[in-house]
Each structure stands twice: as C-alpha cells, then as structure tokens.
C-alpha cells in the first residue's frame, strides 16, 4: 500500500510539473506569440524602411504576416479610413481634414527630400530660391546655373505623392509646377534622373544611390547629419497612420509600434538612412 501511494504521490508530482513547466514557458515566449495578419499601404518613398521593418518584426514573429503595399500616400491614408488597411504610410503630414476624420498621425521618423540629378551635371548647388524658379518654368537651361547649355528636364511624382506634396509646400509651388514628366515612384525619379543628362528630380535621402548626384541646397549637403541639425531645407515626417490612437488598435498593431520604439527599430531606420522622430 506504501508503495503504490509513492507511486501517485509520483505520478501527481511529474503531471504538476509539467503542467507548470507548460504554462511557464507559454508565458515567457513573449512576441513569439503574437500570430495573425498587419496591412500597410502607402508611400513608395518608405517602401525601403516598411520592407525592412517587415522582415525584422516577422523573423521576432515567425505566424505574423505583415502585408505591404506601396501605392502612395494618398492611397495609403484612403486604405485606413476605409478599413482596407491598418496602417496608412504617408512620406507628408496629414491634412487637418484627414485628422477630422479620425485618423492619428504617428510620426516614425524624419526624411531629407534630396535634390536629384544626372552623373555628368556640373553643377554642384542650387539656392532655394533657383531651385523655385527651375520647377515653375522661370529657369529652364542649366547655363543659367554655370552649367552646360543643356535643357532642363523637370521629372516630379503624381499628384498623390507624398513626396509631391511635402517638395511643393516647403518651396510653395503647389499648382505652379512645370513638370517634364510626372512619375508613380521613387524608383522611377532616380532611374529618369540617371539616364537623362539634363533632367532633375527630387527623392527621399534614403532612395539615394550611385547612379545619380545631389544637388547641395544653399551650399548644405542633404545628410542625416545636417537634416538633424536643421540646416537643410527640404524634410519632411514618415508617418504610419492609424484611425484612432495607437492604443486603440489590435494587439498585433501594437506590437509593431512598441517594435519601432525599440532599440532594434530604432537601428532599422538609421540603417535605411533615416532620422529617428524620439
């Protein structure tokens, strides 16, 4: 009779371990729980940093699925306030009208618009001024800059940019520009820019590659540094918009945002050569 009470008093014992060995391990698998689906809409200019922060939060979160498209910010803000997304990517601020309608915006980072031009362009610096004039047809030969007796190729995103939108306020030329040719991404600006000698254009500082030249601004370089400092004219917000306070959405949300927060998303966007909104 001892001996088969030992053996239960055993038994119990093995099956009250694993039990809390079970529901310990469940507690403490943190994010590794998280599991379901988050969808993004919105600017191209932030496809690079949304497509990196993507990878990085789902290899932290192997069942969640993060689906991202990149339609422009227009679009994206149009997917949240209808549902069909539930972050909306803007490369601009929202409108106090899109705010009325309960969208929140949630700066995630601050972006120099960086002044693109052809390899073989001389010339090294525009005023702000000149760079008006340029867009608004007043200046249309880069002689008129000391540069070749060339025509200047005016290239510019579609009316839905987010990066339209942020270049023509901070130069206030909207409804005034003289655009060459309208384009429906970041890709498409620095690929015209590298292939046509006399064009400009304008992207995001972390679309910048090899295959073009930047124009300094005032005689300041668009870098991470100098946008920091203030000292260069042309930046804007990356927001990731939501319809209502970040609280209020879904737990997988959440999650993102305290992932962004963090000291590994924080390094995402120096990586992706963007400046941190903290």
């Known amino acids: 009779m001892k001996k088969i009470l030992t053996l239960v008093l055993t038994c119990v014992l093995a099956f009250s371990l ?35 922060l993507g990878e990085s939060f789902k290899e932290k979160n192997p069942n969640v699925t993060v689906e991202s498209q990149f339609t422009g910010s227009s679009a994206g803000i149009s997917s949240v306030l209808s549902g069909k997304a539930d ?5 601009r601020a929202l409108t106090d009208e899109e705010k009325s309608q309960g969208l929140e915006e949630n700066i995630v980072a601050i972006d120099g618009i960086a002044v693109a031009v052809n390899k073989d362009n001389t010339v090294k610096n525009v005023t702000k001024e000149q760079l008006t ?26 009316a839905a940019s987010g990066t339209r939108v942020a270049f ?40 910048v590659d090899k295959s073009i030249n930047t124009l300094q601004l005032d005689g300041v370089d668009c870098t991470v540094k100098n946008i920091k400092a203030g000292k260069y004219g042309l930046q804007r917000p990356f927001v990731m918009a939501t319809k209502g ?31 941190s909104a903290k």
């Open 18 to 52: 694993a039990g809390c060995g079970g529901s310990k391990d469940s507690s403490n698998a943190g994010s590794g729980d998280l599991s379901g689906k988050i969808s993004l809409d919105g600017s191209t200019s932030m496809e690079k940093f949304v497509t990196a």
């Open 87 to 91: 972050i909306g990517d803007s490369s």
């Open 133 to 158: 004039k340029i867009y608004t047809g007043e200046i249309t030969n880069w002689k008129e800059l000391g540069g070749k007796d060339e025509k200047i190729v005016v290239i510019g995103r579609e």
């Open 168 to 207: 023509e306020e901070l130069l206030e030329v909207k409804d005034k520009c003289k655009y060459a040719q309208e384009l429906d991404n970041t890709g498409a600006v620095v690929a015209k820019c590298a292939s046509i000698e006399g064009a400009i254009g304008y992207v995001s500082l972390d679309a």
């Open 245 to 275: 306070k970040i609280e209020k959405q879904s737990k997988l949300v959440q999650a993102l945002f305290d992932y962004i927060d963090s000291d590994e998303g924080q390094a995402i966007i120096k990586k992706v050569g963007l400046i």
